[in-house]
């Protein structure tokens, strides 16, 4: 008989995360098996096998889910995120796991799966074509790859080819007989991706939430028990599937705060891909033309690798010419448009006339963003959030876009009978009415949160690149990662919207996506114009921005992070409690900061707070939070333990939070 320490996946039982169970077979550490806990059977993961019997009676193992075990990489990497995040080891494995793997799934369909994962190796099955690199590149490819293990920081302008650099050490690792895997940050940009490498590559496999659980339980599955290395692309999620000896990370666009996990487990995708490529002795790769200021500080800091890329891949490719509008200068209106600046009219104009793209950026959905009367001055609020709704004219609906409350949009106000509504703010659906009725000939499509399925970029990304598509309207889904050749003209319509947000990276944030959404353009050898609309043109963020000049923005932001002590000069931890009175939330605050003062006031933290956080009220909900600032990353781990033990779980936890709101 044999026995091993089962981590339970999922939250099972009260006192333990391990359990140690008997088995009449051997079975190797990383195994997924079905254990009895009480009355019923759960899953868990082999962690550790018993040499000698232990002094109490064990029950048997049920079932073994799955032969194949994990490869030993991810068992470090789990219990790793289960100290630094200060996080439960049930909640790590269900992130590192598919919801169905303990359903066994039908043989599988797809000619593409069957292909990529038979026995029998293809010959030259990895390269199937190339493309030859410039100088640029190929000396970031040596220099990449002069780095065995460890991080490599990649910044290169927008338009540099970094899409190429990966494909090229991507192949020389699957050479080497290892896999690779490629994070995006958002699922609109892996079609783009996907037909780059499977151009070259035809060992690609793709995974993302748009696929339905039995999908990716096949993937998953067929990435465990794959004979040969693989190519993986997907966003954050794709970097815990189970492939055998990974030789390389690359997180493309790995600015972007999507590669946070907001939800428990919280945790930064960046720094636990660097701790997997430490374990598996793999080679990680962050690229972007505008990393965050921490990276690059840390980077910079700890003497790692950076490698810049500052010549446009395409011969004899062009910037673009850059133009800020003063939107308080009236002057700069026609008759025409209350949106659009006389500027961004006459180039949207040009283009359309050459049968050339025009996109058009801003990073509110929706109609107007705020619904009040003339009179009194009363505005439509959220009875859960208590935040302003936004219309949506083409529903004729007032929604919250927290909670998702819906309403009828007024007839007269409430409080004094007034009939004068009046709607405040610009959001996508209203750009795009605005562009209908300036173009109505021109072919206009909105990419948002608010798009319909199949209609998104990814779904549409071949009448995009193809150039079908007159005017292209949206978020920061938009903004970064694609490549259009078609495109003449960038419009952003109010760049500076973002920075009066009360967070100590609004300014980085606006500066990424201004100098991101600028990138689109200025790839060939077409002129090209990039018009940013404006109230605060000055502003650092928007004029480096719209220059795409990080080294400048980064001198500028590294001196406000140090003057006011925040990231990277510092840690930080965000306690949020939710009640359904404020007094409440107010309460409870104040006693955990008070106790967390108490216990921990001697190890050189800074308690920011209480207060309400900055969505107050949430889905009926008081909200209150603390922020702990600690130079000992330590320390908030040990805070946050406490935190956990001393309130059962009642606080919301998150080291590291990427902004305070």
Known sequence: MFYYDVSMVGNVGKFYSELTYAHEGELAVGTIVKVPVGKKDSLGVVVKKRYEAPDFECKPISKVVVDTPLPRHLIEVHDWMCRYYAT??????????PARVGIKPRAVKD???????NDKPLENANVISGVKLNDVQAKAVREIEAVESGAVLLRGITGSGKTEVYKQIAADTLAAGRSVIILVPEISLTAQLVMNFRARFSDVVVTHSAMTAAERNR???????????????????ALFLPVKNLGLVVIDECHEPSYRQEKAPRYNTLTVASKMCSEALARLVLGS??????????????NRPIVTMDKLARPGAARPMTEIVDLTKRDNFSTESHIFTAPLLKVMRQALNNHR?????????????TAMCKNCGWTAACPNCF????LHGDKYQLVCHLCGFTTRPPLKCPDCGNAEIVYRGIGTKRIEEEAKKLFPKATIKRFDGDSEKGQGVQDLYGDLHAGKVDIIIGTQTIAKGLDLPHLAVVGVVQADAGLMLPDFGA??????????????VGRSDQPTVAIIQSYRPDEPAVRLGAAQDYADFYDTEIRERQRGHFPPFSYLLKLTCSYKTEACAVRAANKLASEIKG???????????????????????????????????????????????ASKGRWAIELDPGSLL
Not at 507 to 520: D, H, I, P
């Open 599 to 645: 216990k921990f006031g001697d190890q050189k933290i800074k308690i920011l707070g209480p207060a309400p956080s900055f969505y107050e009220r949430l889905r009926g909900m008081y909200r209150w939070q603390i922020v702990v600032r600690a130079v000992n990353h330590a320390t908030l781990v040990e805070i946050a333990n406490f935190v956990e033990q």
């Open 357 to 369: 793209q025009v996109l058009l950026f801003h990073n509110r959905r929706g109609t107007a963003g």
């Open 507 to 520: 300014s980085e944030r606006t500066f990424q996506l201004v100098a991101q959404v600028c990138g689109r």
């Open 111 to 117: 000619d593409d799966l069957n292909n990529l994962f």
């Open 88 to 97: 439960s080891s049930g909640a790590v494995w269900q992130t590192f796991l």
């Open 387 to 390: 935040i302003p709704l936004t």
């Open 219 to 237: 993937v998953w599955r067929a990435v465990l028990t794959a004979k040969r290395p693989v190519v993986i692309i997907g966003p954050r999620s």
């Open 289 to 302: 033309a505008t990393p965050s200021i921490s990276d690059y500080y840390l980077a910079k800091r700890l």
